[in-house]
């Protein structure tokens, strides 16, 4: 695209920066999955779940405001080009859900952990990595083919909701997409104690963002770039295992946007955690607690190929297209960890 930057480098860079904000929400914001769960089950507090749906809306609004200025097409994401399987991404969903509680957190958290010096998180994030693609181009990936072979879209309706929305009824796709947007931001907004705390609105803002600035950066190094490249955004499982070969090829391998994107979030957390005075030096002293983390971390790396994406591939990226399985598959991961969480702290110990 520009003579002194390949399009493989600019659209790392493009991903490096957007997943600088996601670091420093993940760290300042404490923008987390796995805590928004916790919180609204044993907490009684909803504001992180809220920063969820929040973040979600304005991805929604936002992908569909470039989708009306022409700056973007959704139909280019992997989310609406692939087949959609509902199987898969209420098993990959459950799978991850579980792996997720019994690990502590999710891809997306352990890095930003990762980036604060918690070594725990380094042992969880590569065995995800190495999970993911043992499910995505390893020895299972026979096996997930077989049951779950993903395919290319062949009808002219993408599987999305916007989509199918606007076929029955005539609308305009971009206006459907940013109504439906603003729809969950102002649901997401009616909550006092969420607004009582101008910086959780704030950064749940900024994660919305970020995943908006994934979508138009990638979209533009794809239709304007010489290089073929995918229409990406943020997501942190198979990018985790990608990042991995990246570090041990990168002589041989181009880097990509997952590659940028994981990066970015390890040093955007690792610049929230010293802003903080969070950051320290941690490891697991206890054996039995890593074996239990470990083992979450493979769930959670071949949850999410089969699913097709995290908590935020998902659950943020794949719901700011409007595709069928983002709320699918994020009600399976809510419900895999809502069981793994009573497993640890209940016990499920019949009630006296």
């Given amino acids: 695209m520009y003579d002194f930057i390949d399009d493989n480098f600019l659209v790392a860079l493009i991903g490096l920066a957007s997943g600088l904000f996601l670091g420093l929400a993940a760290r300042i ?47 280019r994401s992997f989310y609406l080009s692939i087949r959609w399987m509902p199987l898969a991404s209420i ?124 979508w138009a950066g990638s979209y533009m190094v794809a239709t304007q770039g010489f290089a073929a490249m995918p229409v990406v955004s943020h997501s942190f499982s198979a990018p985790v295992g990608e990042t991995l070969l990246y570090t041990m090829r990168a002589s041989a391998q181009a880097p990509s946007f997952a590659v940028g994107s994981v990066v970015g979030v390890v040093l955007g957390a690792f610049a929230g955690s010293l802003f903080k005075g969070h950051f320290r030096w941690e490891a697991c002293e206890d054996p039995r607690e890593l074996r239990r983390q470990i083992f979450g971390a493979a769930l959670m790396g071949a949850g999410a190929v089969l699913a097709m994406g995290c908590t935020v591939g998902q659950g943020i990226s794949a719901f700011s297209v409007l595709s069928y399985s983002a709320p699918v598959t994020m009600l399976s991961i809510i419900a895999g960890a809502a069981f793994g969480l009573r497993q640890l702290i209940e016990g499920f110990q019949p009630a006296e």
């Fill in 29 to 75: 914001g404490r923008f987390c999955t796995m805590g928004a769960i916790e919180d609204a089950l044993y907490g009684a507090s909803w504001v992180r779940m809220r920063m969820w749906f929040l973040a979600i809306g304005v991805a929604v609004t936002g992908v569909y405001t470039l989708t009306a200025t022409g700056h973007f097409a959704p139909e």
């Fill in 91 to 214: 098993i990959g969903g459950l799978m991850f859900g579980y792996g997720m509680a019994l690990a502590g957190n999710c891809g997306y958290g352990c890095i930003a952990r990762l980036g604060g010096g918690d070594i725990r998180a380094f042992v969880i994030v590569v065995v995800m990595g190495v999970s993911a693609y043992a499910m995505l181009h390893g020895p299972f990936s026979y096996l997930r083919n077989w049951v779950f072979r993903q395919e290319d879209v062949t009808t002219d309706l993408p599987p999305g909701i916007v989509h199918l929305i606007s076929a029955n009824s005539g609308l305009p796709l971009a206006s459907l997409g940013i109504f439906i947007g603003l729809l969950i931001c102002l649901a997401a907004l009616t909550s006092r104690p969420f607004l009582e705390k101008p910086g959780s609105v704030f950064w749940a803002v900024v994660v919305g963002l970020s995943i908006t600035a994934g």
